[in-house]
Structures are given as C-alpha cells and as structure tokens.
C-alpha cells in the first residue's frame, strides 16, 4: 500500500470514528429505554417471585380461598412470562443496536473512502474562461477534482452562484457553483453531466499518470 492509500484509509477512518461518537449520543436514549425495560422485567420477576410465595402459604393454610391461591399461581405464571419477554426485547433492541452501529460506521468507512479516492484532488496550473453574473475572465485552475476546482480569481460572489469553466484541453463547459471566496481564488463546486464527468475524469488520469513518482 502506498502512502496516499495509507493515508486515505486513515483519514477515513478517524472519519467513521468521528461517527461512531456520534452515533453513540444519538443511540444512547434507546440503550437507556433498553436498560429501563431490563429493570421492569427484574421487578416483574420479583412481584412473580412474591406471588408464588404468597400461593405456598395459603396453600398450608386449610382455611384459605383455594380459587384465590389458583389465581395467584396463575398471576405469577404471567408475570413471569412477561418478564422473559421483556428481557428478551431489550436484548434484542441492544443486539439491533450495535448491529446497526457497526453497519453505519463500516458504510461511513467505505463512503468516505471512496469519496476521497473519487475526488482526488491534484495541483494544476491550467488557464480558463469563467463566465459568471454575465461577465466572462480570464483565470487559472490551481487545484482540480471531479469534484470541484480552485481558481486563482477572487469573483468576489456569493455561495451558490453559478460559474460556467472553459478549461484549456476540454471540450465540455464545467458547470459549478461557488463555495468559497478567498483573497486568492474561487473555491467551485461542480454539477457537472455524465459526459462532462467522464472527460474530466480521463483528463485528472493523464495528469496523475505524469506526476513524477506515478507509472
């Protein structure tokens, strides 16, 4: 494994860390509501516990209701029953839990993983044509993704407005939106087609393959 593969996998797994604090906090009233379930269960068992004391009592006792002792065996063969299937429930609800943690946190992995190979981002200097608000300049590309670019021009717009690029050794325009402006450039946000993707996609691959280092 290389150093960038090495370093994708960390980065996306103090990621899917990161979610898994998370997930702690926003789980944690249904791992309380299970524990108070345990608790109610417990507490059934000893009011069933108690009933069949009671009954072997009366049942020493000649003088006793034989349908009350009959009603009280039959009470704590209830409660008893319940008492399972709550404990069973909370169980289960715990179980549920952290199967679903754990496949929350392995897709966040995988997710966040994938998206960082995705869009790669890698350090260019390529001149373009951005026409934005009905103006068109002339600027450079300095940082290039399938995800987005950085340009070196400060447009000096709101978030969200929408930049059209004509970048040198493409056919297709990449559409695009601003998501931040520094004294020193435009960060964009593409919203690009299939056929748009697939180009830039080929052409990020020539310019990995010529980095020196690359095969």
Request: charged share 30%; no cysteine.
């Amino acid at each position: 494994m290389n150093d960038r593969e090495e370093q994708l996998r960390r980065d996306a797994t103090a990621m899917a860390e990161a979610i898994d604090r998370e997930l702690q906090v926003a789980f944690r009233p249904v791992a309380e509501h299970a524990e108070r379930v345990r608790d109610v269960s417990q507490e059934l068992t000893l009011v069933a516990d108690r009933a069949t004391q009671r009954a072997e009592a009366l049942r020493d006792d000649e003088f006793a209701d034989r349908g009350a002792v009959a009603e009280l065996v039959a009470m704590a063969e209830i409660l008893r029953s319940l008492s399972g299937e709550m404990h069973v429930m909370a169980q289960r609800s715990v179980q549920d839990l952290e199967q679903l943690k754990g496949r929350l946190t392995q897709s966040v992995r995988a997710t966040a993983l994938g998206n960082r190979r995705r869009y790669e981002r890698f350090e260019v200097d390529v001149p373009v044509e951005a026409s934005f608000s009905g103006r068109r300049e002339l600027a450079r590309v300095v940082n290039l993704s399938l995800g987005g670019a950085k340009m070196d021009l400060a447009i000096n717009r709101a978030v969200g407005t929408t930049v059209a690029l004509r970048v040198a050794g493409l056919t297709h325009e990449l559409a695009g939106e601003v998501v931040r402006v520094t004294e020193d450039g435009t960060q964009l946000r593409f919203t690009i087609g299939d056929n748009a993707a697939d180009e830039l996609r080929r052409f990020l691959e020539r310019i990995g393959s010529t980095k020196p280092g690359q095969g």
